[in-house]
Nanobody, 112 residues
Framework: EVQLQASGGGLVQAGGSLRLSCAASGFTFDNYAIGWFRQAPGKEREGISFINDINGNTYYASSVKGRFTISSDNAKNIVYLQMNSLLPEDTGVYYC?????YGQGTLLTVSS
Protein backbone atom coordinates (compact mmCIF):
# COMPACT_ATOMS: atom_id res chain seq x y z
CA GLU A 1 0.00 0.00 0.00
CA VAL A 2 1.35 3.40 -0.98
CA GLN A 3 1.51 5.82 1.93
CA LEU A 4 2.84 9.34 2.31
CA GLN A 5 3.32 10.44 5.91
CA ALA A 6 3.98 14.13 6.38
CA SER A 7 5.25 15.62 9.61
CA GLY A 8 7.00 18.66 10.99
CA GLY A 9 4.31 21.31 10.97
CA GLY A 10 3.76 23.64 13.88
CA LEU A 11 3.59 27.21 15.03
CA VAL A 12 6.45 29.53 14.12
CA GLN A 13 6.97 33.27 14.11
CA ALA A 14 7.37 35.19 10.90
CA GLY A 15 10.97 35.11 9.77
CA GLY A 16 11.52 31.71 11.32
CA SER A 17 12.35 28.37 9.79
CA LEU A 18 10.87 24.90 9.84
CA ARG A 19 11.49 21.63 8.05
CA LEU A 20 8.76 19.32 6.86
CA SER A 21 9.35 15.64 6.23
CA CYS A 22 7.44 13.17 4.11
CA ALA A 23 8.12 9.48 4.59
CA ALA A 24 7.03 7.39 1.64
CA SER A 25 6.24 3.71 1.83
CA GLY A 26 4.94 1.16 -0.62
CA PHE A 27 7.05 2.52 -3.46
CA THR A 28 10.51 3.87 -4.16
CA PHE A 29 10.08 7.52 -4.93
CA ASP A 30 13.44 7.93 -6.60
CA ASN A 31 11.67 6.66 -9.71
CA TYR A 32 8.95 9.29 -9.49
CA ALA A 33 8.42 12.96 -8.88
CA ILE A 34 7.40 13.82 -5.34
CA GLY A 35 6.65 17.07 -3.68
CA TRP A 36 4.42 19.35 -1.71
CA PHE A 37 1.10 21.07 -2.06
CA ARG A 38 -0.34 23.48 0.43
CA GLN A 39 -3.80 24.78 1.13
CA ALA A 40 -4.11 28.13 2.81
CA PRO A 41 -7.32 29.01 4.68
CA GLY A 42 -10.06 29.82 2.19
CA LYS A 43 -7.86 29.08 -0.81
CA GLU A 44 -7.41 26.25 -3.26
CA ARG A 45 -4.66 23.71 -2.87
CA GLU A 46 -1.55 24.73 -4.80
CA GLY A 47 1.61 22.92 -5.75
CA ILE A 48 4.63 24.64 -4.24
CA SER A 49 7.65 22.40 -4.72
CA PHE A 50 8.59 19.15 -6.43
CA ILE A 51 11.67 17.08 -7.00
CA ASN A 52 12.36 14.55 -9.71
CA ASP A 53 15.22 12.28 -8.71
CA ILE A 54 15.33 10.75 -12.16
CA ASN A 55 16.86 13.90 -13.62
CA GLY A 56 17.50 16.00 -10.52
CA ASN A 57 15.05 18.69 -11.55
CA THR A 58 13.27 20.74 -8.93
CA TYR A 59 10.31 23.11 -9.13
CA TYR A 60 9.32 25.95 -6.85
CA ALA A 61 6.26 28.12 -7.00
CA SER A 62 7.12 31.79 -7.29
CA SER A 63 5.65 32.40 -3.83
CA VAL A 64 8.30 30.21 -2.17
CA LYS A 65 11.26 30.40 -4.53
CA GLY A 66 14.43 31.46 -2.76
CA ARG A 67 12.99 30.65 0.67
CA PHE A 68 12.10 26.96 0.46
CA THR A 69 14.37 24.08 -0.51
CA ILE A 70 13.25 20.58 -1.37
CA SER A 71 15.56 17.62 -0.96
CA SER A 72 15.35 13.87 -0.69
CA ASP A 73 17.06 11.04 1.14
CA ASN A 74 16.58 8.09 -1.15
CA ALA A 75 18.08 5.64 1.32
CA LYS A 76 15.37 6.53 3.84
CA ASN A 77 12.65 7.24 1.25
CA ILE A 78 12.05 10.65 2.81
CA VAL A 79 11.61 13.99 1.11
CA TYR A 80 12.15 17.22 3.02
CA LEU A 81 10.98 20.77 2.61
CA GLN A 82 13.21 23.29 4.36
CA MET A 83 11.29 26.51 4.83
CA ASN A 84 13.13 29.69 5.73
CA SER A 85 12.07 33.31 6.10
CA LEU A 86 8.53 32.19 6.76
CA LEU A 87 5.69 34.62 6.17
CA PRO A 88 2.17 34.65 7.61
CA GLU A 89 0.90 33.84 4.13
CA ASP A 90 2.78 30.54 4.28
CA THR A 91 0.19 29.42 6.82
CA GLY A 92 -1.76 26.40 5.69
CA VAL A 93 -1.95 22.65 5.55
CA TYR A 94 0.95 21.09 3.71
CA TYR A 95 0.43 17.84 1.83
CA CYS A 96 3.00 15.46 0.47
CA UNK A 97 2.17 14.32 -3.07
CA UNK A 98 3.31 11.58 -5.43
CA UNK A 99 1.78 9.01 -7.75
CA UNK A 100 -1.38 11.13 -7.94
CA UNK A 101 -1.87 10.65 -4.21
CA TYR A 102 -1.94 13.12 -1.34
CA GLY A 103 -0.75 12.12 2.08
CA GLN A 104 -2.40 13.46 5.18
CA GLY A 105 -1.59 17.09 5.77
CA THR A 106 0.54 18.77 8.38
CA LEU A 107 -0.46 22.22 9.60
CA LEU A 108 1.91 25.16 9.55
CA THR A 109 0.91 28.37 11.27
CA VAL A 110 3.12 31.42 10.88
CA SER A 111 2.35 34.19 13.33
CA SER A 112 3.07 37.82 12.54
Amino acid sequence: EVQLQASGGGLVQAGGSLRLSCAASGFTFDNYAIGWFRQAPGKEREGISFINDINGNTYYASSVKGRFTISSDNAKNIVYLQMNSLLPEDTGVYYCYSLNLYGQGTLLTVSS
